[in-house]
DNA sequence: GCAAAGATCCAG
DNA sequence: TGGATCTTTGCT
């Protein structure tokens, strides 16, 4: 991000797998949509669902194994007016909570898909603090018809933040 | 061509 | 707890 720009810590994802997880967009191979999955590593994949939400994943495989992690709610640090303004939400909780949410916030769109967030892109993901494997959770995921049995969404033990305990 | 589901959010 | 809202996908 450069200066000006907003973010935050990611609090919480979910992982979606190419192989046995029907919930994966690319589980029945690669569509129009799911493509970004199928590229190179490090690049977004941002998609609109619901009729009003986008949502955003890192592509972490290689070419051609379609295997993401979905954002699912960070915790605001950087231009938290211009999110409360997006948002329309003044509680800082209210602001990123969700992978719906956090779009919204960080004024995310069709745009950003593709986009390389390793650098030189408007949106970028950057190294942190890391957080002690004894402050994160692994649970199942949310909202899902299928696959809803697997342990892929992981949060930091703790956080205001999340979208759901 | 059409119908149904969907990695959500918010109001009531 | 249910409705809004619309895109993508797969099939009648």
């Known amino acids: 991000m450069e200066g000006g720009a907003c973010g935050g ?3 919480e994802t979910e992982a979606y797998l190419q192989r046995g997880d029907a919930s994966c967009h690319a ?3 690669m569509t ?3 493509a970004p999955m199928f590229g190179p590593p490090g690049h977004a994949y941002v998609y609109f669902t619901y009729g009003n ?3 955003l994943n890192v592509v972490c495989c290689e070419e051609g194994i379609a295997e993401a992690v979905l954002i699912r709610a960070i915790e605001p640090t950087h231009g938290v007016e211009a999110m409360r303004r997006r948002r329309g939400r003044d509680a800082l909780r209210d602001l990123c909570s969700g992978p719906g949410k956090l779009c919204q916030a960080l004024g995310l769109g069709r745009e950003h898909n593709r986009l390389d967030l390793c650098g030189g892109s ?3 993901l ?3 603090d890391t957080a002690p494997r004894s402050r994160i959770v692994t649970t199942t995921r949310i909202g899902l018809r299928h696959a809803a049995e697997l342990p892929l969404r992981f949060y930091l033990r703790g956080s205001e933040f999340i979208s759901h305990k």
Request: charged residues 15%; positive net charge; contains cysteine.
């Open 9 to 11: 810590t990611i609090v």
């Open 53 to 55: 939400h986008f949502c």
């Open 27 to 29: 589980a029945r191979g």
């Open 32 to 34: 129009l949509r799911n």
């Open 126 to 128: 950057r190294a942190g």
């Open 122 to 124: 408007p949106l970028s």
